[in-house]
């Protein structure tokens, strides 16, 4: 999801201009090894990219972007990648699961940008209210009401208060308030308490994503600045250990690649809940991650240019592409005279497929198939968020980065094709 | 121009356990019940004396040379194992005829073998120790070609069931078959789904089994017991894996299109539909058959269909393929099947395959495909 978000802001930009990347997430695979670094590769960032892992707190989000602004105020960095990403887990049939959801936004913070970061404030708290314990595959909470309480209502409206005084901020200065929430109604308490009109709240989005965690008031500030004119402020409030509340002045419009709506309209319906706790490994499975295959980490470290970043070359003598890089041209036979070729951001098209009911999968069948990669490079690529469509040859699709497998823990992390919708390829 | 093979080598014998789940029998078990069916073919009484070379093919093998040598108890003899995708026995049997034409050697015994079931998977097995080329399963890659074939000239899975339940009747007919079962177009389309469009029957289970072969020199070859059976043509062909292949088409597989003309080359085969009586070809899964039609010059690109349609590969057609029943009816153990393969066209050339003979038989193909698939191996057997 982070490499997703990172992509698609990143559209029509050269990656490489970007000089820090910042990871906030509390989800990432790893307690020990940076995620921050798989997604700069992923995202074909410069090799001398300065990456930050923010984690252990929702509120890791705030942080980010804070350091983002201050960084490149003073001058650290021309452009840095912020990314917030997490995936929310709760215990199997409890109450949380049906609140909970699963995003991951991405912004370029910038001198002179459109949205332009006012004033802030922090407040930090401690309590069990919702915590995860190392190696706890899913949330734990104490009860709801304290948790409603204490760990968001109080830091929230202290870290309110307080930036009232210091700034001068007033909810009739604002127009549209990002609040992050645990629930659908709390959030309605909270924007009332704060002394917010429901027609300045932007939709807590609940019962279409959920709380996502760190990612959630990043969604909702970058759905308030789409929405917003120029000149209005919005204030995004993030809470997790406390809250920090960010007031933004949208200058200009804010471009943008794609919609919420199109990127639910992606979504697959799970058959049952079965297969949900399938796809999350909380079904007693989970047997790849503890099996004794995996991948090699040699190999891996070798590879990661054509792995993770998806990087293929062009022979420089008779211009055929190939995928992975290889030492003599399948074509004209030269060897050693390639250049690189980002394939990550390309369209490509499906030649061919199968649909493999016998490699093991909570979603069986496996599409696979060997897709033409906006060129004369070819792999053989699993089919992502395959949703039953009548397949064809000749389908535009798009590459999308995913977790292969997680075996032996070491994950393979490698690019699936997706189908691009007809209508989409029509308006392009 | 390469040298050709042709008539410079002969089968004087052959052997080959039962193709099947053998739970109770040992690799030791099938490769000695082999290769004692073909001594005693070719009348050979004293193995350790009378054999100058063996030549053994293996995919899954726990000890490969030594196995041999010690199932059959041979001193001081060199034995080599040779390994190449589905071809392997193919190719053992090719390295073998080698040693001969090159003046190495006068007797050769040539012993394919594999005992899959011993994995405990059924199947191949499913290991993630990759990052790339996942599913990696034989079906999701010879399927490749199934969409962008069945969309370019209009065949289906009717076709590929019909072939399915052509090679389960000849099965039936072949004692050391591993599935004797015959089965309807109806069972193969309602099969539950291994990797679209291959159900349950359009795929050759793996199985245990092992084969063996002796070659002897051309002017030796009339001093054993049987009537030897001449090698016309030999080639195997590599390439790349076809799914990184800019040029590759999904219509068929080169390196089978490349062996077909070096062997054709080699036996004096121009018109192979008309020339060749009977063909042994590779039917892991029914598209690979049905593409190996096209790949092999049998009918033109496209025509496969009609073909089925009129039966002319089943026994009484005008080229039966796969008379004993192909790896459908035998199951797979890879580097026993090429030879196999030679021993059923063995028994026909010389007119022993008893309810299954071609009558008058007197040029037969044998040939295996496998890899992604990127590995061919072809022999034409003559009977004169």
């Known amino acids: ?428 | 121009m390469p040298e050709s093979l042709r008539d410079r080598v002969a089968i004087v014998g052959a052997g080959c356990s039962a193709f099947g789940e053998n739970w109770t029998m040992s690799a030791e078990d099938m490769i000695v019940e082999a290769a004692f069916e073909a001594y005693a073919d070719a009348g050979l009484e004293n193995p350790q004396r009378q054999l100058d070379a063996v030549f053994c093919g293996a995919i899954y093998p726990s000890r490969g040379t030594a196995e041999v040598a010690e199932s059959l108890k041979l001193f001081d003899l060199p034995i080599t194992l040779v390994q190449n995708y589905c071809a392997t026995g193919t190719d053992a049997f090719r390295c073998a005829a080698m040693s001969i034409a090159a003046g190495l050697y006068d007797t050769v015994l040539v012993v394919g073998f594999d005992k899959p079931k011993d994995r405990g998977v059924s199947g191949p097995s499913v290991t993630l120790n990759t990052t790339r080329g996942l599913p990696m399963t034989p079906a999701g890659w010879f399927a490749l070609c199934a969409a962008k074939y069945f969309e370019t000239y209009g065949a289906g899975r009717l076709e590929l069931a019909k072939i399915a339940v052509k090679n389960h009747a000849n099965g039936t007919l072949a004692p050391k078959s591993m599935l004797k079962k015959l089965i309807t177009t109806d069972d193969v389309l309602k099969a539950r789904m291994i990797s679209w469009p291959f159900g349950l029957y359009d795929c050759a289970a793996q199985s245990d089994g092992a084969a063996a072969l002796i070659l002897s020199r051309a002017d030796g070859a009339h001093s054993w017991r049987r009537e030897p059976v001449w090698l016309k043509g030999v080639s195997v062909m590599l390439g790349p894996n076809p799914q990184s292949d800019p040029d590759f088409d999904f219509l068929g597989w080169k390196p089978t299109r490349a062996a077909a003309q070096d062997c054709y080359r080699q036996a004096g085969i121009t018109d192979p539909f008309r020339q060749i009586d009977i063909a042994q070809v590779h039917d892991c899964f029914t598209l690979t058959e049905l593409l190996t039609y096209e790949d092999l010059g049998f009918c033109a690109r496209g025509a496969a269909k009609e073909l089925i349609a009129s039966e002319v590969f089943h026994l009484a057609g005008e080229l039966p393929v796969n008379t004993d029943g192909g790896l459908k009816s035998f199951g797979h153990p890879t580097g026993a099947t090429g030879v196999r393969m030679l021993y059923e066209n063995t028994l026909q050339l010389r007119g022993e395959a008893g309810v299954r003979q071609v009558q008058g038989a007197t040029l037969a193909l044998s040939h295996n495909i496998g890899g992604a698939p990127q590995a061919c191996g072809i022999v034409i057997l003559g009977k004169e």
């Open chain 1, 1 to 428: 999801m982070a490499v997703a978000a990172g992509n698609d802001c990143l559209a029509g930009c050269d990656p490489a201009g970007i000089d820090h990347v910042y990871l906030a997430s509390t989800s990432s695979f790893f307690t020990e090894k940076s995620a921050a670094a798989i997604v700069a590769k992923a995202l074909g960032l410069r090799p001398d990219v300065v990456t930050v892992d923010y984690g252990s707190s929702l509120r890791g989000s705030a942080t980010a972007l804070r350091a983002a602004v201050s960084a490149v105020a003073s001058g650290a960095a021309r452009a840095v990648l912020v990314v917030t990403s997490d995936v929310r887990t709760a215990e199997p049939y409890s109450a949380m699961e049906a609140d909970l959801g699963d995003a991951a936004v991405a912004f370029v913070i910038e001198a002179d940008a459109p949205l332009r970061l006012e004033v802030d404030g922090a407040a930090s708290r401690q309590a069990f209210d919702v915590w995860r314990e190392d190696g706890a595959g899913s949330l734990r909470s104490w009860e709801d009401r304290f948790v409603v309480r204490y760990g968001y209502f109080e830091p929230v409206i202290a870290a309110w208060d307080q930036l009232r005084r210091e700034s001068g901020l007033e909810p009739s200065l604002i127009q549209h308030l990002a609040l992050h929430a645990p629930d659908r109604r709390s959030h309605l308490e909270l924007a009332q308490q704060l002394g917010f009109r429901t027609e300045q709240v932007v939709d807590s989005l609940f019962g279409r994503v959920g709380n996502c965690g760190s990612a959630f008031a990043p969604l909702l500030l970058a759905i308030a600045a789409w929405r917003a004119q120029p000149g209005e402020r919005i204030l995004s409030c993030f809470a997790g250990d406390g809250a920090h509340l960010m007031s933004w002045v949208l200058d200009r419009p804010l471009a943008r690649s794609s919609t919420l709506d199109e990127q639910l309209k992606r979504r697959i319906m799970l058959r049952s809940y079965r297969q949900y706790l399938k796809c999350r490994g909380l079904d007693g499975g989970g047997a790849d991650r503890k099996s004794a295959d995996g991948i090699s980490a040699t190999v891996s470290y070798r590879d990661q240019d054509a792995d993770i970043g998806f990087t293929g070359v062009r022979c420089r003598r008779c211009e055929t592409e190939q995928f992975p890089p290889a030492r003599v041209c399948y074509r004209c036979f030269a060897r050693d005279d390639f250049e690189p070729v980002a394939l990550a951001r390309r369209r490509g098209v499906l030649l061919s497929y199968s649909k493999d009911y016998f490699f093991p999968s909570p979603m069986p069948p496996v599409v696979a198939g060997v897709c033409a990669l906006g060129g004369s490079a070819r792999a053989y690529l699993q089919l992502a968020d395959y949703g039953g469509e009548e397949l064809r040859t000749g389908l535009p699709v798009e590459f999308v980065f995913r977790r292969i497998h997680a075996s032996g823990g070491r994950p393979a992390w490698f690019w699936k094709s997706r189908l691009i919708a007809l209508q989409e390829v029509h308006d392009a």
